[in-house]
């Protein structure tokens, strides 16, 4: 038995006796554990709970329980400096460089070194784009959460919110920070507020439990890219979504009968408008929704009296339904595979998930689950999983999709985020570029926006409209949504009408809809038009951003930093991003622009839209009329496109076009499976490998041999390959054996 007081050199944070355990997860990152000491002498493995993908840990490097002096610890190529009182924690890495400095305090405050560079992560919402200086408070969704201390003032015990959902979004503050030097942290423990000072941040601990122990993962990493795998190694890399999930999906809010529901879909298909789904509210935040009010798991039978066949009529035109849930318990908690006495709880996922059924039987595709605000992070993470699992277990041979309003870390494994009731004005367009580059730093690559804003006010006008469509064409959830929801259609600004103007008194009042007169606006369907028939014609190249996410960690939507982490220009641009690896995206975020300045990084860059190249390193300032938004792509790029679809499983004859941007050496990897099922995991999915050798002007095409598959190639594949500058073309019959072709 161990039950001496403690020593002068026993470490002792909270009030008792701790462990300190530095133990490896890979070659990049360091698991940092305080754990504490039974009266018998005896710790408890760290736990393993749902947001951590990590298997069993090896060995320690260290289990510290008494320091009297400085003791050094071997890692890898680098160094551990751990020092007592305060219990302090410095990493060097192989070249002798710090990277990372903790302090723990004995009350169970952290600080830790903020280093010079920029700071992202930390989730969706708060001050935009570099972190530094922010306050992150304990909030999840939209205003509801736990109270913070005020970070900037030491002591000080009055809550401050720094909370703006009307241009920022729903906040979901996630413990990741990540770092422009070369290193990143995941708080994992304890839960709590975030100051980023200009030197030094602080994790004050929630202060219903100061006296949670630290459990931190440390990466260090100079490519940015290791730095983001490594946050996936911990939590968990994300999911492959269904196909049809990353096309065009239309939301709606009040509903006006069994014929209009039906009619819309063959109005996209008459106007062929490319359009993969339609989401469904709820009645309750308006009064007309599928169901019969916040909560029930009925038909409205006054819209859907036949709920079943009208789902199969939808799918009968190729569109796809989800369904918008509130409500959930607030502590739930399981899984939908419990059984027994745990399954008959209410706050158990078995139980909820079964509530779902009377009407996930009839053909629903996916869900929206909103207002979960006041769970904690566990229960966030069990509904999440739950809407994963579920339809799993229902239909194995599905991959699911639900977009969610809350989260946490772990979330990318099983669900998409939106960022919540924003309003519809040209600042908060502007500012979901950057929230959407710091989810993607965060680890939620499939993430989007209500195109348009979510409350209507006086600037929403067809020219916002267009540029959000836009710029929502280029996130990775391609989605419109809002109040007087008929202006979120793509033919909705000429039609003369607002349609249903659905107040609820939140913000803003009745009054502050769009001048009527911007109600015959023809431009907004052709350029809507338009930006449809580019995402649709780039599913090849995005499906394959995709799968690069799932398999590496990488966001599709990604800061600049990631790919020039030397540029110092390039690194602090958070008003553009890069879309996959090779186009560069520049949302026109103001209203009545005639120009757009942006910053191409180093190297050579086309014009998307011209053709013309223009050299990186500087800034450029572009014209730019209504139809435009600014795409470049770097040179060596290789771009896949397909033919113009109405839908993603619509079948077509024409060829997969290789678009070759010469100018420097290049590669892509063309990724493709049967788009819905699981089936991938038993390898059947190709990867056509494209390699262009520019001195030569030689492309060779060949399957990735690193990828291993059970499929066989199919017997062939039409292939155009084109050249961006000369417009050079070379058709071919592409059947799985290597080709060359010479330009």
């Not at 903790?102 to 570099?130: C, H, M, N």
């Not at 509801?144 to 401050?160: F, I, L, N, W, Y």
């Not at 931190?216 to 939590?235: G, H, N, Q, S």
């Not at 930006?531 to 398999?551: D, K, Q, T």
Request: hydrophobic share 35%; glycine share 12%.
């Amino acid at each position: 038995m161990d039950t001496a007081s403690p020593g002068p050199s026993d470490l002792v944070i909270g009030g008792q006796r701790v462990e300190l355990q530095l133990a490896p997860v890979s070659v990049h990152t360091l698991r940092v554990t305080l754990l504490p000491i039974a009266p018998d002498g005896s710790v408890r493995a760290p736990a393993n709970p749902p947001e951590l993908a990590i298997g069993p840990m090896g060995a320690s490097l260290a289990n510290i329980r008494t320091l009297s002096a400085p003791k050094v610890v071997d890692w890898n190529d680098g160094r551990i400096h751990v020092a007592p009182d305060p219990l302090a924690i410095e990493l060097i890495d192989g070249a002798g460089r710090p990277c990372q400095r903790l302090k723990i305090e004995r009350s169970g405050g952290v600080r830790f070194a903020t280093g010079g560079g920029p700071i992202f992560g930390l989730g969706q919402g708060g001050q935009q784009f570099d972190r530094r200086g922010g306050s992150f408070p304990l909030v999840n969704g939209q205003g509801e959460g736990v109270q913070s201390v005020d970070m900037r003032q030491p002591g000080a015990r009055a809550p401050v919110y720094e909370f703006d959902l009307a241009h920022e979004g729903a906040r979901v503050t996630i413990p990741w920070i990540v770092s422009t030097e070369g290193w990143a942290v995941f708080f994992r423990a304890p839960y709590g507020s975030f100051h980023l000072g200009d030197e030094e941040g602080r994790l004050i601990p929630d202060t219903s439990d100061v006296t949670s122990l630290l459990d931190a993962f440390f990466v260090v990493a100079r490519d940015p890219m290791e730095l983001m795998r490594e946050y996936a190694v911990i939590t968990g890399f994300p999911h492959q979504p269904p196909l049809w999930s990353l096309g065009y999906m239309q939301s709606h809010r009040t509903l006006e009968g069994r014929d209009q529901i039906l009619d819309e879909a063959r109005e996209f298909r008459r106007r062929a408008l490319p359009c993969d789904a339609f989401i469904y509210l709820g009645t309750g935040f308006t009064t007309g929704g599928w169901n019969t009010g916040h909560g029930q798991f009925r038909f409205n039978e006054s819209l859907f009296p036949d709920a079943g066949e009208m789902i199969r009529q939808l799918h009968d035109d190729h569109i796809r339904v989800a369904l918008h849930v509130v409500d959930p318990p607030l502590h739930l908690s399981g899984t939908v595979d419990d059984s027994g006495p745990a399954a008959s709880r209410e706050d158990n996922a078995a139980h909820y998930w079964n509530e779902h059924q009377p009407v996930a039987r009839a053909g629903v595709d996916g869900w929206w689950p909103d207002v979960g605000d006041k769970l904690d992070p566990a229960a966030r993470l069990a509904r999440i999983r739950m809407y994963w699992d579920g339809p799993i277990r229902d239909h194995s041979d599905r991959r699911p999709f639900a977009l969610h309003r809350n989260g946490y870390a772990g979330m990318q494994c099983y669900g998409w985020l939106w960022s919540g009731d924003i309003d519809s004005t040209w600042q908060t367009l502007a500012t979901q570029v950057p929230v959407g580059i710091n989810c993607g730093l965060t680890g939620i690559p499939y993430w989007g926006t209500d195109i348009g804003g979510f409350i209507t006010t006086p600037e929403l006008t067809g020219e916002l409209f267009v540029r959000w469509f836009q710029f929502g064409a280029f996130c990775p959830l391609f989605r419109a949504h809002g109040r007087t929801w008929k202006l979120r259609l793509p033919w909705g600004w000429n039609t003369g009408e607002y349609g249903p103007e659905e107040y609820d008194g939140r913000r803003l009042v009745p009054g502050t809809l769009p001048d009527k007169s911007e109600l015959r606006n023809a431009a907004v369907e052709p350029i809507c038009k338009a930006f449809l028939e580019l995402r649709y014609r780039l599913l090849p190249y995005v499906y394959s951003a995709v799968r690069e996410a799932h398999e590496t960690g990488m966001p599709v939507m990604r800061a600049l930093w990631l790919h020039y982490p030397t540029d110092p220009r390039a690194v602090v641009r958070g008003d553009e991003y890069l879309w996959g690896r090779d186009i560069l995206v520049a949302p026109v975020v103001e209203k009545g622009a005639a120009t757009r300045t942006l910053y191409l990084p180093q190297g050579t860059w086309y014009d998307f839209w011209t053709g013309s190249t223009i050299a990186g390193g500087d800034e450029v300032t572009r014209p730019v009329d209504l139809k435009t938004m600014p795409l470049y792509v770097r040179a060596g790029a290789i771009i896949p496109t397909g033919p113009v679809k109405q839908h993603t499983e619509q079948a077509s004859g024409g060829p997969l076009t290789l678009t070759v941007y010469p100018g420097a050496d290049g590669s892509a990897g063309i990724y493709e499976d049967d788009g819905l099922s699981f089936a991938y995991h038993a390898g059947k999915h190709h990867k056509i490998y494209a390699i262009w050798h520019d001195r030569e002007k030689r492309l060779l095409l060949r399957l990735d041999p690193g990828l291993k598959t059970t499929a066989p190639f199919p017997l062939e594949r039409a292939i155009a390959v084109r050249i961006a500058t000369t417009g050079a073309t070379h058709d071919t019959v592409f059947n799985g054996k290597e080709q060359t072709f010479n330009f």
